[in-house]
């Protein structure tokens, strides 16, 4: 191995799972860990996984360490976004009328959703049902570090309906909560009315927290909503493939 010029050697390790090669290949010998730590073996990573074009060169100043793991990471972080396992992982925050209901897409004076991998949806009552989850992002693979100084996106993706036969409303609440819950940043959307008589469509909503600051260690979601003509079952907002995903 000795013997080989640097350029092959560089190939040979970027075949390396990426892991390995920081927990056990960098401890080989100074000339694998200077090899290891360099900008190409991490840019030929990233382009054999697609994470960069292959006219990409060196010179651009990113730290291509960093954008291999993070987009090797990339995932939505919620759990069961779509109701598939019934109400598990998420906390019941309010349960007003007849409570949360899991239907099967399109439901009753429903639409098909944009997606073929969507089957099932969250439906609410006649008063106010929200629910939560709580992401530790450490527990999620990422460091502390990470979050401090590289600051990466938090892209928050939610999406709503109404029944074509009843109006509702709909809210998202969002915080980045630092290790003792304080809140660092914050996103609340505004209490959103789809009126009676609607088309049903499927409608996203997004957001994109940048320069939140050090210290964030857990990401809190809710969502909720009710229908608006009170009547007795689930005619209210139904929510779908709620998604966070932690990107550059």
């Known amino acids: 191995m000795?013997?080989?010029p640097e350029p092959?050697?560089?190939r040979i390790l970027a075949s390396v799972p990426a892991v390995e090669l920081i927990l056990v290949c960098r401890l080989v010998c100074s000339q694998w860990k200077t090899l290891i730590d360099s900008t190409a073996l991490w840019l030929l990573k990233c382009q054999q996984e697609g994470f960069a074009g292959e006219d990409v060169e060196e010179g651009g100043g990113e730290n291509w360490q960093m954008l291999y793991f993070l987009n090797e990471k990339k995932r939505n972080l919620i759990k069961n976004p779509t109701g598939e396992e019934g109400l598990e992982h998420w906390v019941e925050v309010e349960n007003g009328g007849d409570g949360w209901k899991i239907e099967e897409l399109p439901g009753d004076f429903g639409?098909?959703?944009?997606?073929?991998e969507?089957?099932?949806?969250?439906?609410?009552?006649f008063e106010w049902c929200r629910k939560s989850q709580v992401i530790d992002l450490r527990a999620e693979?990422?460091?502390e570090e990470l979050?401090?100084?590289t600051q990466p996106k938090i892209v928050v993706k939610d999406w709503y309906a109404a029944r074509c036969d009843a109006g509702c409303l709909y809210e998202l609440n969002v915080k980045l909560l630092s290790e003792t819950d304080e809140v660092v940043a914050e996103y609340r959307s505004e209490t959103i009315a789809l009126p009676q008589d609607n088309e049903g469509?499927?409608?996203e909503i997004t957001h994109t927290f940048t320069d939140y600051g050090p210290g964030v260690r857990f990401v809190y979601f809710e969502h909720g909503g009710q229908d608006t003509v009170f009547w007795k079952g689930w005619y209210g907002a139904r929510v779908t493939h709620s998604s966070v995903t932690v990107e550059l």
């Open 141 to 143: 693979g990422y460091w």
């Open 2 to 4: 000795e013997s080989l």
């Open 201 to 203: 469509e499927w409608n």
């Open 111 to 116: 639409k098909e959703f944009p997606s073929d």
């Open 118 to 125: 969507v089957h099932k949806y969250f439906v609410t009552s």
């Open 8 to 10: 092959l050697l560089v």
């Open 147 to 149: 979050m401090d100084t």
